[in-house]
């Protein structure tokens, strides 16, 4: 009586792989279009891009997105690399919304924890030129911009009337809190989303990264009971051990991942395979798919099932 | 610092009302609809169709959608009140897509649960007519349905050239896990959405109800390691005391709610609430709203300002 669905990171099967050529009448499902995936089809992540943020439950690690918020990318690798993060908390998780972290005495001159040579306030990166941005535009259309689809492996919308793009909130999305001035949102205290996408938040928020791995860590927490989902006894908090970039870490302590690439023909695959599922569990394939529900599949660097 | 948004389960403030005939130029706020209803803009849950699953962290309501899926509803309905679903369990977790509970021993035709008066298949309750049903339609489209809206409260879509309607997997609908044969969802096992709306299921499922109140309950559960997010180890799974009609329930323990109605002027200007948000926060208001992000809103009975 199990309902059938593919994980989101999905685990490459050595047997049966398609050669790229061999496309069956009915279409591949997603795991035949990952199976005959080439070395190429796949990205290693810039490990001057990747934070590894550790919990007590384990890792998660987060790419930046520096084409879309560079000065934000920029101030959190400064304040990562100060230890900034290090001993602060999990603040708050509002059930299908965001979980987000930072500093608990941030409002205490006193207390609080000092930026160093980080800055206190970024430009609002909430949008990018458009202009010499790759971009694999999806087929489906989207309520809320002229064109969606991905961008360096991020989801991300544009208007090449206007001349923006910015990226989508979609599930897994992180993003720079901030108050009222669209200044104050330094990366300093960092939202992730864990329910259905919030995108009435684009262009209004800096859109610094995604969760590529360890999602599960920050959406299964306790939701808070205070207002707008913050903790409100100190001893809910999770702690933060440690953030730090990938660079700077031991090669022996590296979590070693591979993205597959938003601008291959093997890609386009992936997103047909999940615009019509192919196995015999669907009756009406949905013929369309939603930006937020394509995955982007990872893998440990080397699971390919070939050289 | 802090991100803001309201949330999703509002509680009304008595203070700043305003008048039904009192309308700012830049429009409302979501708490200033909801300040101004009416006691008529609100329903009270059926308590024919309505579950109380009680689980060891509290309890979560279901309201069951019998003019969607009126045999699933009542096999639910014999099955809960033969106590099918007292010590079963919550057996699934799979981050981003659903929570899923039943019984462990289903594969055992000796040590699963007897199913006495209930029926074990079930025709496939995936769509029903879309004539004679109420709808309230969203102006923004959706790439899924040539239309999307609401039906006696329930997140739905409908096609009236081809003459049907469905319920759409937003985050908190309830559907019956099947097997490939579309007529084995009984209902016996049945699954929550707990992340981005995974519109796919749409059409190929019998969706059942959503959860009213107690998502965080369900959503913030560990994620099963198996295969699909089921859990490996028969004590990792949750397990469920058990689960009622409220209408069995005894007065002094039920848990009285009010829903606000899809269908009044109210709602309407709710979703145009959340299509352009009028806190000083947002720059860029969306100017557009998915069906999935228009938010139910829920209250105690007798929560009502004012008579």
Known sequence: MALILPALVSTLLAASALAADEKPAKGLTMQQVLEASKPSD???LDAANTLYMDLPAGRVIIELAPTFAPLHAANIRTLVRQKYFDGLAILRVQDNFVTQWGDPETEDAVRAKPFGQAKRKIAAEFTRSSRDLPFTRLADGDIHAREVGFSNGFPAARDTTAGHAWLAHCYGMVGA????????????????????????????????????????????????TGPLGFYEKAEQRTPITSVRLAADVPASQRTELEILRTDTPTFNALVESRRNRRDDWYLAPAGHIDLCNVPIPVRASGAAPRG
């Open 177 to 224: 809190g901030r108050d009222n001035d669209p200044e104050s949102g330094s990366g300093a205290e960092l939202y992730v989303v864990i329910g259905h996408a919030p995108r009435q938040l684009d262009r209004n928020i800096a859109t610094v990264g995604r969760v590529v791995k360890g999602m599960e860590l920050l959406a299964a927490l306790p939701r808070g």
């Open 42 to 44: 796949w990205r290693s």
